[in-house]
């Protein structure tokens, strides 16, 4: 198992309910869509509680494009698994950015499922299915080549959820904050029972976003 930390450029920023600068050169084309998902989490996502009341004037940059960054992460027409999804964190984001990736959104709550939804017959997106279900459940009846998570589980938790469900050769992307490195450092005796091939710690989005997103990658060996 090796420990690898690295940095990953992505260009101003802003917060509030429009867009900042760097949305656009981050979303590009699909910026609309993005648009329209950040009208649907400060509507809906807030007024059933999935979204706290005060991230509504900084859903751009605590929420959307700290998602966003780690689209360059992800490998292109592959499989992709979101644990514990919530209100389309980071898996909508990822989904609106890369069409040719096959996005499952799992999500065990019911008013959860519900919103999501929502979102993917109001965003028209084709590529995402909503399965209601927690980790353990699926467990040897779904693999992934990508599993992503955000502020689901402590790593060392997270990775007795998420490995299991990867393909030989596949990854877990944990969204993390700044005490990733010490995190990954910690549960390390952990993932090497868990077969981790490799954890690195990763900084998504620098120049674009400040802060970078912080995201552990664990990789499965392959077969």
Same mark, same amino acid.
């Given at each position: 198992? *090796?420990?690898?930390?690295?940095?990953?450029?992505?260009?101003?920023?802003?917060?509030?309910?429009?867009?900042?600068?760097?949305?656009?050169?981050?979303? +590009?084309?699909?910026?609309?869509? $993005?648009?329209?998902?950040?009208?649907?989490?400060?509507? #809906? +996502?807030?007024?059933? +509680?999935?979204?706290?009341?005060?991230?509504? +004037? *900084?859903?751009? !940059?605590?929420?959307?494009?700290?998602?966003?960054?780690?689209?360059?992460?992800?490998?292109?027409?592959?499989? %992709?698994?979101d644990i514990g999804s919530g209100a389309g964190l980071p898996g909508i984001v990822l989904a609106l950015l890369l069409p040719d990736v096959q996005v499952t959104l799992l999500e065990p709550m019911a008013r959860r499922v519900a919103f999501l939804d929502e979102c993917l017959a109001d965003l028209g997106l084709?590529?995402?299915?909503?399965?209601?279900?927690?980790?353990?459940?699926? *467990?040897? /009846?779904?693999?992934? !080549?990508?599993?992503?998570?955000?502020?689901? $589980?402590? %790593?060392?938790?997270?990775?007795?959820?998420?490995?299991?469900?990867?393909?030989? #050769?596949?990854?877990?992307?944990?969204?993390?904050?700044?005490?990733?490195?010490?995190?990954?450092?910690?549960?390390?005796?952990? %993932?090497?029972?868990?077969?981790?091939?490799?954890?690195?710690?990763? /900084?998504?989005?620098?120049?674009?976003? *400040?802060?970078?997103?912080?995201?552990?990658?664990?990789?499965?060996?392959?077969?």
């Amino acid at each position: 198992m *090796r420990l690898v930390t690295t940095a990953h450029p992505a260009t101003g920023t802003g917060s509030g309910s429009m867009p900042p600068p760097a949305a656009r050169h981050v979303f +590009g084309a699909v910026l609309p869509l $993005a648009e329209r998902y950040a009208e649907l989490l400060a509507t #809906g +996502g807030i007024g059933r +509680g999935l979204i706290g009341p005060r991230e509504a +004037g *900084r859903l751009w !940059d605590r929420h959307l494009l700290n998602c966003a960054v780690v689209a360059d992460l992800i490998p292109r027409r592959c499989t %992709l698994l979101d644990i514990g999804s919530g209100a389309g964190l980071p898996g909508i984001v990822l989904a609106l950015l890369l069409p040719d990736v096959q996005v499952t959104l799992l999500e065990p709550m019911a008013r959860r499922v519900a919103f999501l939804d929502e979102c993917l017959a109001d965003l028209g997106l084709r590529n995402v299915t909503v399965l209601r279900g927690r980790a353990e459940e699926i *467990r040897g /009846q779904f693999a992934a !080549d990508v599993v992503t998570a955000r502020a689901v $589980a402590p %790593l060392d938790r997270l990775a007795s959820l998420a490995m299991p469900l990867i393909r030989p #050769g596949g990854m877990v992307l944990a969204l993390k904050g700044e005490r990733a490195a010490a995190e990954a450092d910690a549960a390390a005796p952990v %993932l090497r029972e868990l077969g981790v091939g490799e954890i690195a710690v990763l /900084q998504a989005g620098v120049g674009t976003i *400040r802060p970078a997103t912080t995201v552990v990658r664990l990789t499965r060996p392959p077969a």
